[in-house]
């Protein structure tokens, strides 16, 4: 899977629970690690079938119902971009800060925002760094950096000889061989547009956010 980026909308009272209460942070992520969907009982639906069940010492289940129906009206009713609590920019995270900063790992904020800056939170040391938030103050000069950046700035910030001697992750895409529907920078480019959006909507309703990597 590689590493990835995600990025979650919260309220500053949020960041407050989280910065006296970090254990409270970890249940954010509970389901990320979960091995699998919610699930739920199968039982007989007949009366005295239901009851001979329960004597056995078996049980079967089936993925939850409530969970189930959730999934696909995910999949049938995408949710837009501006109305998501959390997403993630897969492995476009590290070129985009190189296009933010032209850097591999320094720049300021609010540049550097993906990998650095914020305030770390929970207690627990994280493979790939801490989880950091910023407050929704913080908020609002990252969502008016993205919108400063055209379509055009960003592909002449773009640099596959430099990227790929800068080890920026992932290392091996940036000077293969690519056609106009399997393109490194088009890759970029549409994750970008999420992230702008994204950020403004956060921006837009006074939020805040916690950006991790994975």
Known sequence: MGMTCAL???RDDELDQFRTNPAR?????AAEDALGPPVEEVLPSNRVLRALWRLVPISVTQVSSQAAHRDHAEQSEPVAVADRTEIDLDKAWHGLHFLFTGTAWKGELPNSFLISGGEELGDEE??????????????????SFLDSLSDEELRRRYDP?????LDIYPYVIWLRPSTPEDSPFDYLLECFDDLRTFV????????GLIVYIN
Do not use: C, K, Q, Y
């Open 200 to 207: 403004d909507a956060a921006a837009a309703s006074g939020d």
């Open 126 to 143: 994280r493979e790939n760094g801490p989880v950091r938030g910023f407050s929704a103050d913080h908020v609002l000069p990252i969502a």
């Open 161 to 165: 000889a430099r990227m790929t001697e």
């Open 8 to 10: 979650r909308r919260v």
């Open 25 to 29: 942070l970890e249940s954010v992520f």
